[in-house]
């Protein structure tokens, strides 16, 4: 879910340059929305205190893995940016996965989630690196054996489901994990407070910059209050990329099995993404102004000259918003029945 893939525009916009027109501001605030602050709701699933600090235990714990290693903390570091810093993340056994791991940050204002799309929400995405053999290796039920097998676990679930006759399920660890994961938001960026009317934010570069991705089409993909995550869109809609930065990956082909979605990925966040190297799926590029270079030649058409793509990184950088605060927490004491790890 990652990174610069300005997979905008089919085609180049023209007309008169919306920076030497003054009205920056105002057609940013068109085409964005500041990040708000709080905890967003999700529906069928109410936040509680009690879910945050289940949620966030079950995040930081290796043990839900086979090996008991991997975390989903290992490929979403949140002190990282919130993914792991690897071109595909490593799981079970050394073993490497097959794309770039998005960051968990804002995940909660996207349409979906992985770069495919195939969880249709934060729960259903936290299923997945549990079970895949690639990653966690483990099963529902080897999960929830370790995690009954830990009185404070049993106590922590009980809190966070108090109207379930059972509560310790493979739904509410998952249920658990994503109310975690909505707190993991990083409002008040300089970008958006330039967007509440703030224009001292952002320097004459940085505005130059937003101007610039606003007029040459990749605000057409990264837009909306997480600069992305809200559709689709082909990687190489003008040019297709090298064939070590495209790989073989057909992208959201392998859910749909429709031609029409080869090559076809969920355009990511572009939110804190000087934090997030190295880009694209396939994570094969690191230099953030190499990936704006790309997406210029393979979605946009054009060649884009360095002082745009200075300026473009120069705006990019003022999407870093404020990092939650997050202590690691003091996990549950493994008892003589919770299972050894599997390596």
Same mark, same amino acid.
């Given at each position: 879910?990652?990174?610069?893939?300005?997979?905008?525009?089919?085609?180049?916009?023209?007309?008169?340059?919306?920076?030497?027109?003054? =009205?920056? %501001?105002?057609?940013?605030?068109?085409?964005?929305?500041?990040?708000?602050?709080?905890?967003?709701? #999700?529906?069928?699933?109410?936040?509680?205190?009690?879910?945050?600090?289940?949620?966030?235990?079950?995040?930081?714990?290796? /043990?839900?893995?086979?090996?008991?290693?991997?975390?989903?903390?290992?490929?979403? =570091?949140?002190?990282?940016?919130?993914?792991? +810093?690897?071109?595909?993340?490593?799981?079970?056994?050394?073993?490497?996965?097959?794309?770039?791991?998005?960051?968990?940050? =804002?995940?909660?204002?996207?349409?979906?989630?992985?770069?495919?799309? /195939?969880?249709?929400?934060?729960?259903?995405?936290? @299923?997945?690196?549990?079970?895949?053999?690639?990653? &966690?290796?483990?099963?529902?039920?080897?999960?929830?054996?370790? #995690?009954?097998?830990?009185?404070? +676990?049993? /106590?922590?679930?009980?809190?966070?489901?108090?109207?379930?006759?059972?509560?310790?399920?493979?739904?509410?660890m998952a249920a658990a994990i994503e109310v975690f994961e909505t707190t993991l938001t990083t409002p008040?960026?300089?970008?958006? @407070?330039?967007?509440?009317?703030? @224009?001292?934010?952002?320097?004459?570069?940085?505005?130059?910059?937003?101007?610039?991705?606003?007029?040459?089409?990749?605000?057409?993909?990264?837009?909306?209050?997480?600069?992305?995550?809200?559709?689709?869109?082909?990687?190489?809609?003008?040019?297709?990329?090298?064939?070590?930065? &495209?790989?073989?990956?057909?992208?959201?082909?392998?859910?749909?099995?429709?031609?029409? $979605?080869? +090559?076809?990925?969920?355009?990511?966040?572009?939110?804190?993404?000087?934090?997030?190297?190295? +880009?694209?799926?396939?994570?094969?590029?690191?230099?953030?102004?190499?990936?704006?270079?790309? %997406?210029?030649?393979?979605?946009?058409?054009?060649?884009?000259?360095?002082?745009?793509?200075?300026?473009?990184?120069?705006?990019?950088?003022?999407?870093?918003?404020?990092?939650? $605060?997050?202590?690691?927490?003091?996990?549950?004491?493994?008892?003589?029945?919770?299972?050894?790890?599997?390596?």
């Amino acid at each position: 879910m990652k990174k610069l893939f300005l997979t905008a525009a089919l085609t180049v916009a023209t007309g008169t340059c919306a920076w030497a027109q003054g =009205n920056v %501001m105002s057609e940013a605030q068109d085409i964005f929305k500041p990040l708000p602050f709080g905890i967003p709701e #999700i529906t069928a699933n109410p936040v509680s205190n009690e879910k945050i600090t289940l949620g966030k235990t079950l995040f930081f714990d290796p /043990r839900l893995s086979k090996s008991g290693l991997i975390s989903c903390n290992t490929c979403h =570091n949140l002190g990282m940016g919130g993914d792991d +810093y690897q071109e595909t993340s490593t799981g079970h056994g050394w073993q490497q996965g097959p794309r770039n791991s998005p960051t968990v940050y =804002n995940a909660v204002y996207n349409l979906a989630q992985f770069w495919d799309g /195939r969880a249709a929400d934060l729960k259903e995405q936290a @299923k997945g690196p549990v079970q895949a053999s690639v990653e &966690m290796n483990n099963t529902p039920e080897s999960a929830i054996k370790t #995690i009954n097998s830990m009185p404070d +676990y049993i /106590r922590l679930f009980k809190q966070a489901f108090p109207d379930d006759e059972s509560p310790v399920t493979f739904d509410n660890m998952a249920a658990a994990i994503e109310v975690f994961e909505t707190t993991l938001t990083t409002p008040d960026s300089p970008f958006d @407070k330039f967007l509440r009317g703030e @224009k001292s934010a952002l320097t004459v570069p940085q505005q130059k910059g937003l101007s610039l991705f606003m007029e040459q089409g990749c605000a057409d993909c990264h837009g909306g209050v997480n600069m992305g995550g809200e559709d689709y869109f082909s990687f190489g809609v003008v040019e297709r990329p090298a064939t070590d930065v &495209m790989g073989s990956d057909k992208g959201r082909f392998t859910v749909t099995q429709s031609t029409d $979605d080869e +090559y076809v990925f969920k355009a990511p966040s572009l939110r804190n993404i000087n934090l997030t190297p190295p +880009y694209f799926h396939s994570g094969k590029v690191w230099p953030l102004k190499e990936a704006i270079s790309i %997406m210029g030649s393979a979605q946009l058409g054009i060649s884009l000259n360095s002082s745009d793509i200075d300026n473009i990184y120069d705006f990019l950088l003022t999407t870093t918003g404020v990092q939650p $605060d997050v202590v690691y927490p003091v996990l549950p004491a493994a008892t003589v029945n919770t299972p050894r790890p599997v390596l």
